[in-house]
């Protein structure tokens, strides 16, 4: 069997980082079994329907690295908006790959279902449903459709009247979902909703579409969060009235905070794109979502895996059942890793977007200004988590800064007439040096802090603050260096005139 998993967004905003970490886990799964990864847009909901959210879905997977075997054409990419289509226009044998134009085929599976009494119209108002369920409220009872147009004669609705089309669930017996991950899950059918299939606009509801989609794309394995389980007793009903092969069910327990808190807008990012502008690199951000939930094995210590090797040692049905604990705290680990395994030339490109959008680098970026970050790079490689982090933290080198307060400027254990010795002497040192390199300041300045009988943390303290006009910033040689002796010894003058 060649395996054939999908990712099926809805375009109504852009994927939850949870349901990208599944995501991750079907594309894994795909590439370690040499199947196929179908993206499927499923824009059936026209209320919640953002036509921008298909190019964020897209953006947001090819950024972290996720391609597509099977997928939207170029001419659907250009109806739904897309701009630079024919970069994600990829096709397949089962195209389209976009729900809104599968109208036809959602309506004859719903006539086929009907003819064979497995569904029936229904024009009850949203007037009388919300009467109905706030009747069955009222009773403690779980709110569903009473099933009232489905006693009725089977001519009794006029196909051309306002109606949905429901699916009529057997009153009786049980219905069986087959989990990889929870084994088996019993649903009793009289508990199980009559479903809406056909909406009034002539648009399939989810859980046609889906069971539709998934039977016509020849999809082998459908892996998705735990939280469509209770949807999936419908589905299995519909495989059985249209005499379809189910596909293999593995429901992916959620992901939450820790303490079992949902994960959501105010515990932090929860899109691509956020993850994206706060710095996370796309490779450390795969590497994580694909450890959430799943491991390699008992007893292994390793973290850090490249993808060919996730994708080698990947198993789909080793997949933990417990919920599985987002931590930032993990995921700034796992960043900074990556961060300091790339090449100083790499890093500074991925450094440049975060320097011009704080508007400290112009766009596009000169040479010589390029060569400067490149001297900079090294000197935050070791400090920083996110790429993001980088802005407040080199901020002085790009722009004037204040004098220093005195507070800030004056050590502990001395007062403000030893802080300008310091300074004093300091320019005098670094104003004599002909070789202005980090090699070059280091030695004069420890010298420096010999002769004044202080030591490395009152005196460079004091010089940092003078020239950075922070209490912490990057190494300070390689910083007075990158600054050059100008701008080093002119602030340093200002600092001294601060403790006039």
Not at 454 to 478: C, D, E, H, K, Y
Request: hydrophobic fraction near 40%; glycine fraction near 8%.
């Amino acid at each position: 069997m060649t395996v054939r998993v999908r990712f099926a967004p809805s375009p109504t905003g852009e994927p939850h980082i949870g349901s990208v970490r599944t995501v991750v886990f079907n594309w894994l799964f795909a590439r370690k079994m040499g199947g196929q990864f179908i993206l499927r847009i499923e824009d059936t909901d026209r209320v919640r329907y953002q036509p921008q959210a298909v190019q964020a879905i897209m953006d947001g997977l090819r950024w972290l690295g996720l391609d597509w075997d099977e997928g939207p054409g170029l001419e659907e990419l250009r109806r739904s908006g897309v701009q630079h289509a024919d970069e994600y226009a990829v096709g397949g044998p089962y195209a389209p790959y976009i729900q809104s134009e599968r109208l036809p085929l959602y309506q004859r599976i719903a006539d086929e279902l009907l003819a064979a009494g497995w569904a029936y119209r229904c024009n009850c108002t949203l007037e009388r449903l919300e009467q109905v369920r706030e009747l069955q409220r009222a009773r403690k009872q779980p709110p569903m459709y009473d099933r009232h147009c489905r006693h009725l004669p089977p001519d009794a609705i006029s196909p051309d009247e306002p109606h949905v089309i429901r699916l009529k669930v057997p009153l009786t017996g049980h219905t069986v979902v087959h989990d990889v991950i929870k084994g088996d899950v019993v649903f009793e059918n009289a508990r199980l909703d009559d479903q809406v299939l056909m909406k009034t606009d002539g648009f399939p509801t989810y859980h046609l579409a889906v069971v539709v989609d998934d039977h016509f794309m020849k999809i082998t394995h459908i892996a998705r969060a735990d939280e469509w389980i209770p949807s999936t007793p419908k589905h299995v009903l519909l495989y059985q009235a249209l005499g379809w092969e189910l596909p293999i069910y593995c429901h992916v327990p959620l992901v939450t905070m820790a303490g079992g808190k949902k994960l959501g807008k105010r515990t932090g990012a929860i899109a691509i794109s956020q993850f994206r502008d706060q710095g996370y690199l796309p490779e450390a951000l795969f590497n994580f979502l694909a450890l959430l939930g799943w491991a390699p094995g008992e007893g292994e210590e390793q973290e850090i895996f490249t993808r060919a090797e996730l994708v080698e040692r990947f198993d789909l049905f080793r997949i933990n059942r417990a919920p599985a604990t987002f931590s930032y705290d993990k995921l700034d680990w796992f960043n900074g890793e990556y961060i300091r395994a790339l090449s100083p030339d790499d890093l500074t490109g991925r450094l440049v977007p975060f320097w011009q959008r704080a508007g400290l680098v112009p766009d596009p970026c000169p040479d010589d200004v390029r060569a400067t970050l490149r001297r900079i790079t090294p000197l935050i490689q070791e400090r920083i988590s996110t790429l993001a982090e980088v802005v407040p933290l080199t901020a002085f080198f790009f722009t004037e800064i204040e004098p220093p307060s005195v507070e800030l400027l004056v050590p502990k254990g001395l007062d403000a007439q030893q802080t300008r010795d310091v300074l004093r002497r300091a320019q005098q040192v670094l104003a004599g040096l002909d070789d202005f390199s980090a090699e070059g300041i280091e030695c004069p300045l420890r010298k420096l802090v010999t002769e004044l009988g202080l030591n490395n943390r009152q005196v460079f303290g004091i010089i940092r603050a003078a020239t950075t006009g922070t209490a912490v910033s990057p190494p300070l040689f390689g910083t007075l260096s990158v600054l050059g002796r100008e701008r080093v010894l002119n602030r340093l003058e200002a600092a001294e005139g601060v403790l006039c």
